[in-house]
C-alpha cells in the first residue's frame, strides 16, 4: 500500500474543513452531511496513516521515524479536538473560536507533517 490512499483522504478531509470553515465564518449552518463527511474522511485518513506506520494487510511497512509518529499524533489531537469542539463551544462564541484554531492547528500541522513525511 503506497501513501496515496491515505493523501486523497487526506485532501479530502481538508478541502471539506475548508468548506466548512467558510461557512461558520459567514455565520452560516453547515449541513450535517458535509459535517459527517468531514468526520469520515478525517478518520479514514487518520487509520490509513496508521496503518502506513504499522504494516498494511499486503505487508507493505513504510518506515514512521519520529516524523511519522509527530504526524500520525496531530492528526489523533486534531479529530479529538474536532469532537469536543462543539459540545465546549456552546458556552460562549469566543470558546468555539479558540476550539476550532485549535483544531484547525492540530490539523494544519499533521496534513504538512503528512506530506513531508510521504514525500
Known sequence: MTALPSFILLTAAVVVG??????????ERSSAGMIGAHLLLGAGALE?????????PDGTVVSAGSLGSVTAGL???AMC???????I???????MNVA???????????????LGWVL
Open 48 to 56: 490509513t496513516t496508521a496503518m502506513l506506520m504499522r504494516g498494511t
Open 89 to 95: 463551544g456552546r458556552r460562549s462564541v469566543r470558546t
Open 81 to 87: 479536538s474536532g469532537l469536543i469542539a462543539p459540545m
Open 100 to 114: 476550532l484554531v485549535t483544531h484547525v492547528s492540530f490539523a494544519a500541522g499533521g496534513f504538512l507533517l503528512f
Open 18 to 27: 475548508v468548506l466548512l470553515g467558510l461557512d461558520y465564518l459567514r455565520g
Open 75 to 77: 492528526l489523533a489531537l
